[in-house]
Structures are given as structure tokens and as C-alpha cells.
T-cell receptor
Framework: GQNIDQPTEMTATEGAIVQINCTYQTSGFNGLFWYQQHAGEAPTFLSYNVLDGLEEKGRFSSFLSRSKGYSYLLLKELQMKDSASYLCAVVDSNYQLIWGAGTKLIIKP | DTGVSQDPRHKITKRGQNVTFRCDPISEHNRLYWYRQTLGQGPEFLTYFQNEAQLEKSRLLSDRFSAERPKGSFSTLEIQRTEQGDSAMYLC??????????????FGPGTRLTVT
């Protein structure tokens, strides 16, 4: 079967750095997305990785290791507005998105 | 605004009633997806269209659920004989498929369904 694992919840302090991990087992791999979702709102795109390595975009970076079936999202200089759920999703061999349950990130002052 | 739109944003209905939701994707996108999301979970795939063709339907989708995209533009999702377990956020997303690559999915604001 297909499986995406992420921690259910994480807590971090404003101004700090946090890393949210995602491991996956899917039928095929055509890329991995990270989305941010604030409570009651729709997911919004953060990053897309299809090759191994680190993609940096401002305060957010995403890393992929295809051989390990592993990705992480790194958030730097945390702000209160970063409190949200972060969803990992893998594009499988049929070009469908397989979604994780999301990691709820709580930022404390 | 050229983003994905959904209507209505909220729907409260009594058990046993039928409901229909509408999604208008980004105009140049040829793929349209329907998802269901409950609290604390990621989006759960329901079905998707490429142009007007419905290419895949989740096994989780009972025969009470049906979706259409008659002209390859907007789509409707109908739930017949609603049950309390149908209460969820229904999300629509669209994407553009070019050269066998799937680009990011853009989500609409969702329709929150409450079945009483």
C-alpha cells in the first residue's frame, strides 16, 4: 500500500528553527510537495522537490532523498503566523497526489 | 480573481437530503480534483477529471457520490441521501498537465458541509 508518515504535532519557539520530517512509501515517485494549511483554510503551495537535495526559498527550505524515501521541510526565523498544518504529498506513478495527515505546528512566543 | 472558486462556502443540511457543490477551476487548467478533508487529516482523494473525462474515482466513494464536468470547465459534486459521516470540508483543486508532468495543484477555499 501507499503510506506517508509525518509527526502529528510539533511545538517551536518564535525566532527558532524547526524541521518537519516526512517519510513515504508509494507506487512510483514523480515528486514531493509541501503545502501549508491554516485552520479552516485551503492548502497553499510551499515547495516541490523531484531531485535529491535541498531547495531553498526564503525562510523555508525543503530537502529530498529519493533513495531513503525521505523529505523534510525546514522553517527558519519562525513567526507566529507560521502556526499551521504542514502537509507532505507525493506524486505517484499515476501522477496522483498521495497525502500525509499533516503536521500541526504550534509556535510559542 | 483567476483562482479556483467553490460554491457554496458553507452548507448545512438534514440527513437524507441531497446536496450539490460547484467548482470553477483556473481557466487554463485541464485537471480538476475533488478531495474530502476532516479535522486533523490530510485531503482524501475522491475523484479527478482531465478535461471532461473522469479518469479515476476513489474506492472510498460510495454510489451516493457523483461528479461531473460536462464541458471540461466547471465541475459539480453531488451527494445523495446525506449521512452525518459526510460532514467534512470538500476541496476542489486544479492543475495543468504538460509533457506528462503534473504541476502543483491549486486549491479552492472549500465547501464545509454539516449534516444534522
Amino acid at each position: 500500500g501507499q503510506n506517508i508518515d509525518q509527526p502529528t504535532e510539533m511545538t517551536a519557539t518564535e525566532g527558532a528553527i524547526v524541521q518537519i520530517n516526512c517519510t513515504y512509501q508509494t507506487s512510483g515517485f514523480n515528486g514531493l510537495f509541501w503545502y501549508q494549511q491554516h485552520a479552516g483554510e485551503a492548502p497553499t503551495f510551499l515547495s516541490y522537490n523531484v531531485l535529491d537535495g535541498l531547495e531553498e526559498k526564503g525562510r523555508f527550505s525543503s530537502f529530498l532523498s529519493r533513495s531513503k524515501g525521505y523529505s523534510y521541510l525546514l522553517l527558519k526565523e519562525l513567526q507566529m503566523k507560521d502556526s499551521a498544518s504542514y502537509l507532505c504529498a507525493v506524486v505517484d506513478s499515476n501522477y496522483q497526489l498521495i497525502w500525509g495527515a499533516g503536521t500541526k505546528l504550534i509556535i510559542k512566543p | 480573481d483567476t483562482g479556483v472558486s467553490q460554491d457554496p462556502r458553507h452548507k448545512i443540511t438534514k440527513r437524507g437530503q441531497n446536496v450539490t457543490f460547484r467548482c470553477d477551476p483556473i481557466s487554463e487548467h485541464n485537471r480538476l480534483y475533488w478531495y474530502r478533508q476532516t479535522l486533523g487529516q490530510g485531503p482524501e482523494f475522491l475523484t479527478y477529471f482531465q478535461n471532461e473525462a473522469q479518469l479515476e474515482k476513489s474506492r472510498l466513494l460510495s454510489d451516493r457520490f457523483s461528479a461531473e464536468r460536462p464541458k471540461g470547465s466547471f465541475s459539480t459534486l453531488e451527494i445523495q441521501r446525506t449521512e452525518q459521516g459526510d460532514s467534512a470540508m470538500y476541496l476542489c483543486a486544479s492543475s495543468s498537465v504538460r509533457d506528462s508532468l503534473t504541476y502543483e495543484q491549486y486549491f479552492g477555499p472549500g465547501t464545509r458541509l454539516t449534516v444534522t
